[in-house]
């Protein structure tokens, strides 16, 4: 199993824009590499969206049971 921090998932996420904006600057937005650094952004932007889903449902379910034990 994989742990993944969503702080340092969110950090990644604003050092791949950086470089993404550095790229597409350099190369064009149609180039391939400008291409092949968005869809790395798009993954890790998905990966964060799911994780922080997941752990908004989990943070409910916590609250739900505290309320049920008072």
Do not use: P, V
């Not at 391939?32 to 752990?55: G, M, P």
């Amino acid at each position: 199993m994989i742990f993944i921090d969503i702080g340092e998932l969110g950090d990644r996420i604003n050092q791949l824009k950086k470089e993404l904006n550095h790229i597409a600057e350099e190369t064009g937005l149609n180039s391939l590499d400008t291409i092949f650094y968005s869809q790395k952004l798009d993954q890790l932007i998905t990966i964060y969206q799911k994780l922080s889903i997941k752990n908004e449902n989990k943070n409910m379910l916590l609250n739900d049971n505290k309320s049920y034990k008072n």
